[in-house]
């Protein structure tokens, strides 16, 4: 049971260039989600699937489309990267019923835009 | 929306000392709080959650007390070591399809 998984761990892009961020979780989780961490900032949601079929815009999602491929895969797509998206992006998912509980977070990517 | 406020943003105890740290939401609707600790460089992982019809939850050295009158609730560590140096971070939610939404974190140290 790996738990969420993201790939790459670290990338670094020149301005403009694009790349797509992958999550997958293997805990039959309705719910994912993707944040953005900055020194101070804490974790601000860009977007999210409440479930399978469904993604919606969270706090700061201008630059960023998403992909819910199936119930296990999320991924976050830059098209055009800019230097304020240089941060460590964590996928996180949770089961994501009526009754809220625990989100799990994969192990972050750290994406530098130069 | 939930706004969810977290104090302080740093704290420097001395190692057996108790540590608090503070957060206050927004959403009267709110019922699910949880605490986050996130060591450098590491994902943030839950250590502690409480639910809006409990006022107190312990789990030895970790303590979380809810006032859904003030809206606020408070972490409460106990006979602080190193180890608990890290980042901890407070959410608030109302449901199960709803995001967390997370305050902006305390950076505590722990000196020995």
């Known amino acids: 049971n790996a738990g969420v998984t993201q790939t790459p761990k670290f990338q670094v892009l020149k301005t403009g260039q694009s790349m797509t961020l992958q999550c997958a979780q293997d805990?039959?989780?309705?719910?994912m989600y993707w944040y953005r961490q900055d020194p101070g900032m804490g974790l601000r949601l860009i977007y999210y699937s409440a479930s399978e079929g469904t993604t919606d815009k969270g706090e700061v999602p201008n630059g960023y489309n998403v992909s819910r491929l199936n119930k296990r895969e999320f991924s976050l797509r830059l098209e055009s990267a800019a230097p304020s998206q240089t941060s460590v992006y964590f996928c996180?998912?949770?089961?994501?019923?009526?009754?809220?509980?625990?989100?799990?977070f994969g192990p972050g990517t750290r994406l530098t835009v130069l | 929306g939930e706004n969810v406020e977290q104090h302080p943003s740093t704290l420097s105890v001395q190692e057996g000392d108790s540590a608090v740290i503070k957060c206050t939401y927004s959403?009267?609707?709110?019922?699910?709080f949880p605490w986050y600790k996130q060591e450098l460089g590491k994902r943030p992982q839950l250590i502690i959650d409480?639910?809006?019809?409990?006022g107190e939850k312990k789990d030895q050295r970790i303590a979380v007390t809810l006032n859904k009158t003030a809206k606020h609730f408070s972490l409460h560590i106990t006979e602080t070591q190193p180890e608990d140096s890290a980042v901890y971070f407070c959410?608030?939610?109302?449901?199960?399809?709803?995001?967390?939404?997370f305050g902006k974190g305390t950076r505590l140290s722990v000196i020995a």
């Open positions: 409480i639910r809006s019809n409990v």
């Open positions: 959403d009267s609707a709110s019922n699910y």
């Open positions: 959410a608030a939610s109302t449901s199960g399809n709803t995001p967390l939404v």
């Open positions: 805990m039959n989780h309705n719910s």
């Open positions: 996180a998912s949770s089961e994501g019923t009526s009754a809220v509980g625990e989100q799990f």
